[in-house]
């Protein structure tokens, strides 16, 4: 990687040195607090060679890996800031953030935790309407009525998970918004609603709020200004009951007369709007939104359709454009990462795109879009061709989606319907139809670049990949590395690994090898083991914002370790105090060159137990340099 073009090319699509109001460095990423940061030129920034991936949150941050210090002081250098690219806290700029961001950021805090929840119920209900269909089971047997209520209750008490969900975003107290919505659900309360009561001399009105959004969301708004004015008001030795004695004494009958009505009809107008629209356009609007979803899923814009499907499903008990559009935009990222992999002569990449492909096939498309196809416009055009043809014919045929989830294989059975039979048939074919269509696309488009000639000097040969065992480096709890609350993380565009829930602070090597980084904030490291494994040990999300404090290394870069070696320790209560995750990742970097299987059925470990099983993808073969990864990421 040659770092001074990659950090001119990553301060030329920020906006230049100019738009920089703050600079720091983790483990993996360039996290930058910008003026403006409507000056990003976002997909130019994606394909600055050593930019694995880009996540616009309340900071741009600029995935590069474990070369992100090299390239943070070129960052510094070019950007007159060769102290450091960091300023004092008390000395930040204040961030203006545009109104559209905090919408989506607010809108993927609230919805995107219930996605589980309410993809598994979804999936449940299909699957026993699939049951039925074959005659495996009656609608009136006892398992089926006992799973369908199963399956229903994540619908039924969807107001109260809004309620946990927008409370812990706006950071309100959640148990005060939970009973405060949960009047809306109360059997006495709907009791006296039947009897078309009257609260304050205006009518309380006769509406059924199970399965709702919107009444949850208005009425947590409301709550959390109400909370705020009297905690700044409230004497402090009453505090603890007098603001949520107050807050339900006023947020409660308001949203029974006003809130809740309102928030009931615009859900209902919501997916009107939505509905009237497709009669208008059809299987016009599937085709282009699935043409359109690569550049909105990079740039976050999907993430709004998430209010209107989990509304329409919940509501209407049907989704007819975005999740038809994004079944034919998955497996369409799915056939085009299989044609580059044919096509390819680049090991490095074959291997990607063909582990990205078997993603996408099962919905989960951030891997394709970050590691191969957003990267490269021949592939990016596989997509949407592919796209565009399954999309058209999902959306002539009307295929309608049924449960809120990333569509794939794996859940193919949100379009099964009992009403229409041939639902699951036209979504198959469209999928089918995607898939071939960017597959042949992308053998036909695909073109081999050039091959470099390597320099003479800054060439290092990488030591070839063996099987080998990696070693907890903490005692605590396995969780897999999808679930840790970080995107950079969990969609693997570092790598694949897991993450453990330590126990306590001390971080032991998880297998023998030569320390190749200790971040100056101490709150990460790398290790490069004997078998060329490139392991990454994360203590914390976001704790790099603690400058170091509570963490303390033991070990240098260059340093040989032994498995079992305490390399570091952090003091796990005080990060927790100050509001950060403990959740350590442990991740391969050059994930790319093996087969990594983590132990089976385990759910706690101790330092020095296996955590990973690596086998390399080519035996004997030479693997390229990770550096070399990450640049053509």
């Known amino acids: ?22 600079l720091e460095h983790c483990s993996t990423r360039l996290r930058f607090t910008l003026a403006d940061s409507g000056k990003v030129k976002l997909d130019e920034l994606k394909k600055v ?67 589980p929840a309410i993809a598994g119920a979804g999936i449940l209900k299909s699957l026993l309407l699939l049951i039925v269909m074959f005659g495996w089971l009656s609608k009136d047997s006892t398992g089926y009525r006992v799973f369908n209520a199963i399956a229903d209750a994540a619908f039924y008490f969807l107001p109260l998970l809004v309620a946990d969900t927008c409370a812990t975003k706006l950071k309100c107290n959640r148990y005060v918004a939970i009973s405060t919505v949960g009047i809306l659900l109360l059997p006495a309360m709907l009791s006296l609603i039947g009897e078309n009561i009257v609260l304050f001399r205006l009518p309380v009105s006769n509406i059924s709020y199970a399965y709702q959004v919107f009444p949850a969301i208005l009425s947590v708004l409301f709550l959390a200004g109400v909370e705020r004015l009297f905690n700044k008001i409230s004497p402090k030795p009453i505090r603890v009951f007098f603001v949520p004695l107050m807050t339900f004494v006023i947020v409660a009958p308001i949203t029974l007369v006003a809130l809740g009505p309102l928030g009931y009809y615009v859900g209902e107008w919501f997916t009107k709007i939505i ?9 016009f609007a599937v085709t282009l939104l699935a043409a359109a979803l ?22 209407a008990g049907k989704e007819l454009l975005y999740l038809p ?12 990462c299989f044609g580059v992999a044919i096509r390819t002569k680049d090991s490095d990449l074959r291997s990607t795109a063909f582990s990205a492909g078997i993603s996408a096939l099962f919905g989960i498309t951030e891997p394709a879009l970050y590691g191969v196809t957003i990267q490269n416009k021949r592939a990016l055009a596989s997509v949407i061709l592919g796209a565009v043809a399954g999309g058209a014919y999902i959306g002539i045929t009307g295929v309608e989606a ?36 960017s597959i042949v696309a992308a053998l036909l488009l695909w073109r081999n670049p050039a091959p470099e000639v390597s320099g003479a000097t800054g060439a290092k040969e990488e030591k070839k990949a063996e099987a080998c065992t990696v070693a907890s480096p903490a005692d605590g709890e396995i969780i897999p590395l999808s679930e840790v609350k970080d995107e950079v993380f969990s969609q693997g565009i570092l790598g694949d690994g897991v993450a453990v829930v330590p126990d306590n602070g001390e971080i032991y090597a998880p297998a023998d090898g030569e320390i190749a980084s200790v971040f100056d904030t101490r ?30 290394t033991l070990v240098h870069a260059g340093e040989r370790v032994k498995e079992g070696q305490l390399l570091m320790h952090f003091d796990v209560a005080a990060v927790s105090r100050q509001g950060y995750s403990t959740v350590t990742p442990v991740v391969v970097v050059n994930a790319d060159r093996y087969r990594i299987t983590p132990p089976e059925g385990a759910k706690r470990v101790r330092h020095g137990d296996a955590l990973m099983m690596l086998e390399p993808l080519e035996e004997g073969g030479e693997a390229a340099e990770s550096a070399g990864k990450e640049a053509n990421a």
């Not at 616009?56 to 002081?73: A, F, K, L, P, S």
């Not at 559009?325 to 085009?336: D, M, P």
């Open 1 to 22: 990687m040659n770092y001074a073009e990659t950090a001119a090319g990553i301060l030329k699509n920020i906006g230049g040195k100019e738009n920089i109001s703050h």
């Open 275 to 283: 509905f009237f629209l497709f009669d208008r356009f059809g299987w």
């Open 49 to 115: 060679p050593g930019v694995m991936g880009v996540v616009m949150t309340g900071q741009c941050q600029v995935v590069i890996g474990n070369r992100v210090i090299e390239v943070y002081d070129e960052v510094c250098r070019l950007a007159d800031n060769p102290g450091g690219g960091s300023v004092e806290p008390e000395k930040k700029a204040k961030v203006k953030r545009k109104p559209g961001a905090v919408f989506l950021d607010f809108i993927v805090g609230v919805f995107q935790p219930l996605i």
């Open 523 to 552: 709150h990460a490291l790398t290790l490069r083991t004997d078998a060329g494994a490139e392991i990454l040990i994360h203590c914390g999300l976001d704790t790099v914002k603690l400058n170091g404090k509570g963490f303390d």
């Open 325 to 336: 559009a994004s079944l034919a935009h998955n497996i369409s990222e799915s056939g085009a």
């Open 402 to 437: 049924y449960a809120a989830v990333g569509p794939g294989i794996a859940s193919i059975s949100m379009y099964v319907s009992e009403t229409l039979p041939r639902n699951i048939l036209h979504a198959l074919i469209g999928g089918g139809i995607s898939l071939v269509v």
């Open 294 to 315: 690569p550049f909105m899923i990079a740039t976050g814009m999907h993430k709004a359709f998430v209010p209107y499907a989990v509304s329409s499903i919940t509501t």
